[in-house]
């Protein structure tokens, strides 16, 4: 534990969530002093004897009361376009505009100078998600101008919950593994906790470390490095349904490495060695789901 997190409060909102409870408990495990926030306390039984508090963000009233006495806040609490099931471009702008800005004033009223924020691979104005991060990566960055703020935001790539064989599909097609997205986040958390950013952006992605021209030409070359990575790999990719993507899209993660400290540690190498391990156990793997996940 170093002297930036110890005794150092932590409110972490969409803290029952996919990427809130992993996040909650790296965090823990960090030695930082966490206060969970949702509309409903996590389900996690080793979360259970934290420090929850009820908190709708839409709410001024929960979001003042969760954010009082905090040091730093990650703030996750949201709605996405890919939620089963699915839910109004109305709810998802109000939950993460209104949500967010209410989370941003809490900060400011309460003197918060260390931020992180879950923004998204879909930030833009394809959509009205999209535009829902757009706008929550600007009112962040209005805290940092108007206080001093240290602010981190964070483009997660899809980590939606997937059946396991999904799920191993999915780190070729912009999907991130959630430990990934979880040490990220703790990672960020330090950096602003220490003020080593004023406005820090990153993608958080996965690094197949393949190269450019295996990245480009996937469809071609895909099968026949997965299986230099992985003996045995064409054949179970074959066996078990999983189609290749034409490319496979990877960024320079380099920023995140230098400030941070941060690169991800899980991708397609590591789903297909798992996948060998228990194939060659015979496990039934079309039942399972990827790792520490579950259905929602």
């Keep these: 534990m170093t002297s930036a997190q110890q005794g150092r409060r932590v409110l972490i909102t ?3 969530g996919n990427a ?13 002093d966490v206060r969970l926030a949702d509309v409903a306390p996590p389900n996690d039984h080793d979360l259970g004897d934290g420090e929850f508090v009820r908190c709708d963000t839409r709410t001024p009233a929960d979001v003042d009361r969760a954010v009082r ?3 730093a806040v990650v703030h996750l609490a949201a709605w996405h376009c890919a939620h089963e099931p699915p839910v109004s471009d109305e709810t998802i702008f109000a939950v993460n505009v209104d949500g967010t800005f209410n989370v941003v004033q809490a900060c400011r009223a309460h003197g918060v100078s260390s931020v992180v924020f879950a923004s998204s691979m879909a930030y833009g104005w394809g959509g009205v998600y999209g535009v829902t991060k757009v706008v929550g990566e600007d009112l962040w960055r209005m805290h940092h101008e108007t206080t001093g703020a240290s602010v981190a935001l964070l483009r997660y790539h ?7 064989l999904a799920w191993g599909a999915m780190l070729l097609r912009n999907g991130v593994d959630r430990r990934d997205v979880a040490s990220a986040t703790v990672a960020a958390l330090h950096g602003v906790m220490e003020h080593k950013v ?36 064409a054949e179970l990719l074959d066996r078990y349904g999983i189609e ?8 320079d993660l380099t920023e995140a490495d230098r ?6 540690r899980y991708g397609i190498v590591d789903f297909l060695a798992d996948l060998r391990r228990r194939d060659a156990r015979g496990e039934d793997v079309t039942s399972l789901w990827a790792p520490g996940q579950t259905p929602e």
């Design 69 to 71: 006495g905090c040091d």
């Design 14 to 16: 969409g803290a029952s």
């Design 259 to 264: 400030v941070l400290g941060w690169r991800p």
């Design 20 to 32: 809130g409870s992993a996040i909650a408990r790296l965090a823990r495990e960090a030695g930082f």
């Design 244 to 251: 290749l993507p034409t490319q496979v899209e990877q960024h």
């Design 158 to 164: 899809d980590f939606v919950p997937k059946p396991y």
């Design 198 to 233: 004023d406005v820090f952006r990153s993608i958080v992605h996965t690094d197949h470390g393949m190269p450019a021209s295996v990245a480009g030409h996937f469809a071609d070359q895909g099968r026949a490095w997965c299986d230099e990575q992985v003996p045995g790999s």
